[in-house]
Nanobody, 128 residues
Framework: QVQLVESGGGLVRVGGSLRLSCKASGRTFSNYVMAWFRQAPGKEREFVAVITWTGGNTDYADSVKGRFTISRDSAKATVYLDMISLKRDDTAVYYC?????????????????????WGQGTQVTVSS
């Protein structure tokens, strides 16, 4: 069974930076797609960034492009989200997600339904 454990959240000032980590366990993750989503109070869970475990292909939500970087360390079975120039709108609970199945259509990788496994979330609060 896949387990995902996030860490690294916290309170940061506007313009600051944070690194989130997602430690994965329970199986080998070749051919997996890993992603970060976030959910702010009263809002739906939204896509942030995605990476393929094999190949390391990445994509980002427009709202975080140029500020966030997703990466993975295969030896440590860990996915990272490096966040810089943080804004108040980045305040949310950030979730790591994993999927081992093929997407039914191209954009499915940006949708929560594609991911079968989720971490417990880590809070990021950006204050002015």
């Amino acid at each position: 069974q896949v387990q995902l454990v996030e860490s690294g959240g916290g309170l940061v000032r506007v313009g600051g930076s944070l690194r989130l980590s997602c430690k994965a366990s329970g199986r080998t993750f070749s051919n997996y797609v890993m992603a970060w989503f976030r959910q702010a109070p009263g809002k739906e869970r939204e896509f942030v960034a995605v990476i393929t475990w094999t190949g390391g292909n990445t994509d980002y939500a427009d709202s975080v492009k140029g500020r966030f970087t997703i990466s993975r360390d295969s030896a440590k079975a860990t996915v990272y989200l490096d966040m810089i120039s943080l804004k108040r709108d980045d305040t949310a609970v950030y979730y790591c997600a994993a999927s081992g199945r093929q997407a039914r259509y191209r954009r499915e990788i940006y949708e929560p339904q594609y991911y079968a496994d989720w971490g417990q979330g880590t809070q990021v609060t950006v204050s002015s």
